[in-house]
């Protein structure tokens, strides 16, 4: 019980300082820079509602756009923050499921382009499923949830007709040209002394950067799925992330898109270099064997956020370590 306790005051110091950064964007507060839109007047729903052509929209207060646009599998897009105006995705939208992989096997060009089907949950959640094809022996759902005005929070599951070894969901978020700065949370940061801390994806460090969670996970970076057609990419690996925790910025308006994941569940972040024109964040989810039969899971948040401090955005994630029951290494 004085754990239960200890936990649930943490959460509540932690959330306390999400909420002083989301609340003042919520509708009536002062927008956060000159010029922006007035907030929206319509009451907040932390949920989305259906639409024509398969997708779904939503109107937190805060964040108002799409799920799976025209009835693809492509995330969050058309969003925009009600308070400044500033749309936040390009391309293939935030948070989408795109290369999936096991073992040495690529699954198609990425999750976009399977065929699948969605439903709206009576808690206001939106269920994506790709069901088993020919060419995949696996079931894949994705379940998006809205719990606060400006933070989404992913769950994806993966059902197996058969073992499948070194399983990869690659999710991808892409920002528009604003979002200049990527910053992932690193163990040791030369910045700060050899000391965790977040670590600028500057271009000196290479094109293409993929941080792991430790040496372990290295030979499945490298295990030859990254050289498959179309589009392979060459990583370059980077220091070991403390947790799976990184940030895009726009340093002008000082918004700030937080993606953050259970350490047990994503095994990688990568980005390109802060400024190339792809604008993007990327989560390697799983990074394990999958059991046929048996089904695994894997989570991840991301939080949108008004100039939020380093130290903000750590208490972030550690609430929502918390809240998930899965362990953390911050201390």
Same mark, same amino acid.
């Given at each position: 019980?004085?754990?239960?306790?200890?936990?649930?005051?943490?959460? /509540?110091?932690?959330?306390?300082?999400?909420? @002083? !950064?989301?609340?003042?964007? %919520?509708?009536? =507060?002062?927008?956060?820079?000159?010029?922006?839109?007035?907030?929206?007047?319509?009451?907040?729903?932390?949920?989305?509602? %259906?639409?024509?052509?398969?997708?779904?929209?939503?109107?937190?207060?805060?964040?108002?756009? @799409?799920?799976? *646009?025209?009835?693809?599998?492509?995330?969050?897009?058309?969003?925009?923050?009600?308070?400044?105006?500033?749309?936040?995705?390009? %391309?293939?939208?935030?948070?989408?499921?795109?290369?999936?992989?096991?073992?040495?096997?690529?699954?198609?060009?990425?999750?976009?382009?399977?065929?699948?089907?969605?439903?709206?949950?009576?808690?206001?959640?939106?269920?994506?499923?790709?069901?088993? *094809?020919? $060419?995949?022996?696996?079931? !894949?759902?994705?379940?998006?949830?809205?719990? =606060?005005?400006?933070?989404?929070?992913?769950?994806?599951?993966?059902?197996?007709?058969?073992?499948?070894?070194?399983?990869?969901?690659?999710?991808?978020?892409?920002?528009?040209?604003?979002?200049? $700065?990527?910053?992932?949370?690193?163990?040791?940061?030369?910045?700060?002394?050899?000391?965790?801390?977040?670590? =600028?994806?500057? @271009?000196?460090?290479?094109?293409?950067?993929?941080?792991?969670?430790? /040496?372990?996970?290295?030979?499945?970076?490298?295990?030859?799925?990254?050289?498959?057609?179309?589009?392979?990419? $060459?990583?370059?690996?980077?220091?070991? !992330?403390?947790?799976? #925790?990184? !940030?895009?910025?726009?340093?002008?308006?000082? &918004?700030?898109?937080?993606?953050?994941?259970?350490?047990?569940?994503?095994?990688?972040? %990568?980005?390109?270099?802060?400024?190339?024109?792809?604008?993007? #964040?990327? #989560?390697?989810?799983?990074?394990?064997? #999958?059991?046929?039969?048996?089904?695994?899971?894997?989570?991840?948040? &991301?939080?949108?956020?008004?100039?939020?401090?380093?130290?903000?955005?750590?208490?972030?994630?550690?609430?929502?370590?918390?809240?998930?029951?899965?362990?953390?290494?911050?201390?």
């Amino acid at each position: 019980m004085r754990t239960q306790r200890i936990y649930g005051w943490l959460i /509540a110091v932690a959330m306390g300082s999400v909420m @002083k !950064m989301v609340e003042p964007l %919520s509708a009536g =507060a002062a927008p956060p820079t000159p010029g922006a839109n007035p907030p929206s007047n319509q009451p907040a729903r932390f949920g989305f509602t %259906s639409s024509e052509n398969g997708e779904f929209q939503f109107d937190t207060g805060v964040l108002r756009g @799409k799920l799976r *646009a025209g009835g693809r599998s492509l995330g969050l897009s058309s969003v925009v923050h009600i308070p400044s105006g500033l749309p936040l995705d390009r %391309s293939n939208g935030l948070f989408s499921h795109y290369r999936v992989f096991s073992g040495g096997t690529r699954y198609g060009v990425g999750a976009w382009d399977w065929p699948s089907v969605a439903r709206l949950l009576e808690d206001g959640a939106v269920e994506v499923r790709w069901p088993v *094809a020919t $060419n995949r022996t696996f079931e !894949m759902t994705a379940t998006y949830r809205w719990t =606060a005005p400006a933070i989404l929070d992913l769950e994806t599951m993966v059902k197996p007709g058969v073992d499948l070894p070194g399983f990869e969901a690659f999710l991808a978020s892409y920002f528009t040209d604003p979002f200049t $700065n990527s910053l992932v949370y690193v163990r040791s940061s030369p910045g700060e002394g050899g000391r965790a801390g977040f670590l =600028a994806a500057t @271009k000196a460090l290479g094109d293409w950067q993929m941080f792991p969670r430790d /040496a372990s996970v290295v030979p499945l970076i490298q295990d030859g799925r990254w050289t498959r057609e179309p589009n392979p990419v $060459n990583w370059v690996v980077m220091p070991e !992330m403390r947790e799976p #925790l990184a !940030m895009r910025r726009d340093p002008r308006s000082g &918004l700030t898109a937080v993606l953050m994941a259970p350490p047990t569940d994503c095994f990688a972040i %990568s980005t390109p270099y802060e400024a190339e024109g792809h604008r993007s #964040l990327y #989560l390697s989810l799983f990074g394990r064997g #999958l059991k046929g039969g048996e089904e695994s899971r894997a989570r991840a948040r &991301l939080v949108i956020a008004s100039s939020p401090t380093e130290q903000e955005v750590i208490a972030m994630a550690r609430a929502y370590y918390l809240t998930t029951g899965r362990s953390s290494t911050f201390r």
